[in-house]
């Protein structure tokens, strides 16, 4: 029988006085909360990522995925609609699609040779009637029942969603029209794949899912930011939130950059070399807007980021791997309209945030030390206070974590644990 509240887990859950401005660390480590996570957000109300477009670009093109843990094939079928099913087999449950990607015109399951259309619909059993006479299926098999399990498909922008909900609004009504609007700054036109990659890191992915949304640590933690003033909080932004508070946008304006002391003051440890770039390439940008956003990180939960830094575009997904591992993948866009100094630019670029940069490397160590801090104490909790205890919007600062109080609010109440 499914969970159905916080008090029916085997230890029942409490959230602490002070709501979402105190993260119990028990969330980064149960497993079974996480199992409960699978049905509550993954195959809950949520929209969630499954590729780009672009991925699968030709009739037959596929690409193996996860949603939460549960495997998911999504494909282009013979007419160019997207398809996206789970990837077992209706028969005994094994992977039907064992690559990352490919092209084909059947989908054939190797443990048995059950045999899918590009829609998931059962097409061929091997031995259905037998051999030679004897053995096969019971004469009233019906193979309509046994497709692959569906999930419900939009595109938006370029990006393929997939959920399992009987009835979810629009991508563009989950994500209510501000963050559909800038999404579609960065990404409604026609895009190209530069490259991709992905990394594991050691920890919950709750904690990347607060990471992406902490423009606190930003300036703090990634030195390179500070230094070479990337992103600073003594420039001009702020954080959006969603008016459901699940999503966020936080962005900065370069050229407003006025020097704080409190860098200085508060003893950060990016003011106090005094470096030069060997290759000031690395960040040699043009300007792509006119609203003078020349860094931008925004989320969509569950667990869907895409980040505009000067000019590197690029979408992060990061998918559980169990309750202390989780799988970053990096894909990294253009558009089709960019000449090649842009491409080469953006490629450059990526350099500044990708796994072989500092950016990544960075926040795959400090979530792990997160990890590895909380391990063993189940009922202490983080504090979670910067910018106050609401969950608001601001053009005027940065310094606040209201975007991590509001993925927690989202949390509350899709996990049941108000
Ligand atoms: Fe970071």
């Not at 029916?8 to 028990?26: H, K, M």
């Not at 910018?387 to 993925?407: C, K, L, M, Q, V």
């Amino acid at each position: 029988m499914a969970l159905s509240t916080a008090q029916e887990l085997r230890t029942p859950f409490n959230w602490p006085e002070g709501g979402v401005t105190r993260i119990p660390y028990r969330l980064y480590a149960d497993e079974e909360i996480y199992a409960l996570e699978q049905q509550r957000i993954f195959r809950g109300p949520v929209w969630n990522f499954l590729g780009l477009e672009i991925h699968i670009p030709e009739p037959g093109d596929y690409r193996t995925t996860t949603v939460g843990e549960i495997p998911v094939i999504v494909v282009r079928d013979e007419n160019g609609d997207i398809h996206a099913m789970v990837n077992r087999c209706a028969h005994k449950g094994a992977l039907v699609c064992l690559a990352e990607k490919g092209n084909a015109k059947r989908l054939t399951c190797i443990y048995h040779s059950w045999t899918y259309d590009l829609q998931g619909r059962l097409k061929a059993v091997a031995f259905r009637n037998g051999v030679n006479g004897a053995g096969g299926m019971p004469e009233d098999f019906d193979p309509t029942g046994l497709g692959l399990e569906r999930l419900h498909v939009e595109v938006f922008c370029g990006m393929i969603f997939g959920t399992f909900a009987a009835e979810m609004p629009t991508v563009a009504d989950y994500l209510g029209k501000t963050m559909a609007d800038f999404i579609t700054r960065n990404l409604g036109r026609p895009l190209t794949l530069l490259g991709s990659h992905s990394q594991v890191i050691h920890n919950n992915w709750k904690l990347y899912a607060e990471n992406v949304r902490d423009s606190y640590h930003a300036t703090l933690l990634h030195t390179f930011y500070t230094t070479f003033k990337v992103n600073r909080l003594d420039m001009d932004g702020g954080i959006t939130v969603a008016d459901d508070k699940w999503h966020h946008i936080s962005y900065a304006k370069r050229a407003t950059f006025r020097e704080s002391a409190e860098y200085e003051k508060s003893g950060v440890h990016a003011v106090q070399y005094k470096s030069n770039l060997a290759g000031p390439q690395l960040i040699q940008a043009w300007d792509e807007f006119d609203d003078g956003i020349t860094h931008s990180i925004q989320t969509m939960f569950p667990n869907l980021a895409i980040q505009f830094t000067l000019n590197s575009l690029a979408v992060r997904f990061f998918a559980p791997r169990g309750v202390d591992q989780t799988e970053l993948f990096w894909f990294y866009l253009g558009y089709e309209s960019d000449d090649e100094e842009q491409t080469n630019m953006r490629l450059m670029q990526a350099n500044l945030t990708g796994a072989a940069g500092l950016v990544s490397l960075e926040d795959g160590c400090i979530n792990e030390f997160v990890q590895r801090g909380t391990r063993g104490q189940a009922d202490r909790t983080g504090f979670i206070e910067m910018g106050g205890r609401d969950i608001e919007s601001t053009d005027s600062s940065r310094a606040t974590e209201a975007a991590i109080r509001g993925f927690w609010a989202g949390y509350r109440r899709i996990m049941g644990f108000d």
